[in-house]
């Protein structure tokens, strides 16, 4: 779980909660891009609920709710580049590697909670070579 934290500038009311200038507010960002209201399912993997009806383009103002990389002047300056590097190293481990399980063997993708987020080790995973390295 990822939090990011603002500082407000000003007393402000959000919500009915009265926050005072200078406070440290704490966001959820995981709750925020797990929210059963916007996503339906949040859990299933569904890449699918980021096209359009049609199925052709991204659905850019339902994409931009995903928060990966922060709000506001603390937005990661890095958010370009580490965008373009996780396309790079997808599309690198896709093109080169096939990944699989073995029939009937089903993945429990029940997350560990702790200061981060993880998923039990998949002891049935494969990975094969594409091609053959010469």
């Known amino acids: 779980m990822f939090q990011l934290f603002l500082d407000t500038t000003r007393d402000t ?21 797990h929210n059963p209201e916007l996503w339906g399912d949040p859990s299933e993997f569904r890449p ?9 383009t991204i659905n850019k103002p339902l994409s931009e709710k995903i928060m990966l990389f922060g709000l506001g002047k ?34 429990d993708l029940t997350p ?3 200061l981060t987020m993880k998923h039990a080790r998949c002891e049935h995973f494969q990975v094969w070579l594409r091609f053959s390295i010469k």
């Open 74 to 107: 603390r937005q990661c300056i890095g958010e370009v580049l580490g965008k373009w590097e996780v396309f790079l190293f997808l599309a690198i481990l896709l093109q080169q590697l096939e990944f699989s399980l073995p029939p009937g063997v089903k993945v």
């Open 13 to 33: 009311t959000l919500n009915g909660f009265y926050i005072p200038r200078e406070c440290c507010v704490f966001i959820n960002q995981w709750q925020v891009n």
């Open 48 to 56: 699918e609920r980021l096209l359009t009806a049609e199925g052709t």
């Open 112 to 114: 560990i909670y702790g």
